[in-house]
Protein backbone atom coordinates (compact mmCIF):
# COMPACT_ATOMS: atom_id res chain seq x y z
CA UNK A 1 0.00 0.00 0.00
CA UNK A 2 2.85 2.13 0.83
CA UNK A 3 4.29 2.08 -2.75
CA UNK A 4 1.18 2.42 -4.40
CA UNK A 5 0.87 5.95 -2.09
CA UNK A 6 4.42 7.22 -3.23
CA UNK A 7 4.06 6.27 -6.98
CA UNK A 8 0.70 8.51 -6.66
CA UNK A 9 2.28 11.07 -5.09
CA UNK A 10 5.44 10.79 -7.64
CA UNK A 11 2.96 11.43 -10.35
CA UNK A 12 1.08 14.15 -9.05
CA UNK A 13 4.18 16.53 -9.74
CA UNK A 14 5.93 17.30 -12.98
CA UNK A 15 9.34 15.27 -12.72
CA UNK A 16 11.98 18.17 -12.07
CA UNK A 17 9.45 19.56 -9.17
CA UNK A 18 9.51 16.34 -7.88
CA UNK A 19 12.87 15.89 -7.39
CA UNK A 20 13.47 19.69 -6.13
CA UNK A 21 10.87 19.10 -3.15
CA UNK A 22 12.70 15.77 -2.68
CA UNK A 23 15.50 17.06 -2.20
CA UNK A 24 14.64 20.11 -0.06
CA UNK A 25 12.95 17.37 2.19
CA UNK A 26 16.37 15.76 1.96
CA UNK A 27 17.75 18.87 3.63
CA UNK A 28 15.47 20.42 6.01
CA UNK A 29 14.17 17.04 7.11
CA UNK A 30 15.92 14.37 6.42
CA UNK A 31 14.62 11.83 9.37
CA UNK A 32 11.25 12.21 7.95
CA UNK A 33 10.17 14.32 11.17
CA UNK A 34 7.58 16.32 9.31
CA UNK A 35 4.67 13.94 7.63
CA UNK A 36 1.39 14.47 6.17
CA UNK A 37 -0.95 12.22 4.14
CA UNK A 38 1.22 12.65 1.41
CA UNK A 39 4.51 12.79 2.61
CA UNK A 40 7.50 13.95 -0.15
CA UNK A 41 10.35 11.11 0.93
CA UNK A 42 14.03 13.03 1.11
CA UNK A 43 15.95 12.23 -2.04
CA UNK A 44 18.08 9.39 -1.94
CA UNK A 45 20.93 8.27 -4.54
CA UNK A 46 17.87 6.11 -6.32
CA UNK A 47 16.07 8.78 -6.38
Known amino acids: MAQV???GVRAAFA???YRRLTGLKARH???VLF???HAIPPLTDQG
Do not use: E, L, M
Request: charged fraction near 25%; proline fraction near 17%; charge should be negative.
Open 29 to 31: DPH
Open 5 to 7: VRQ
Open 15 to 17: PGD
Open 35 to 37: QCN
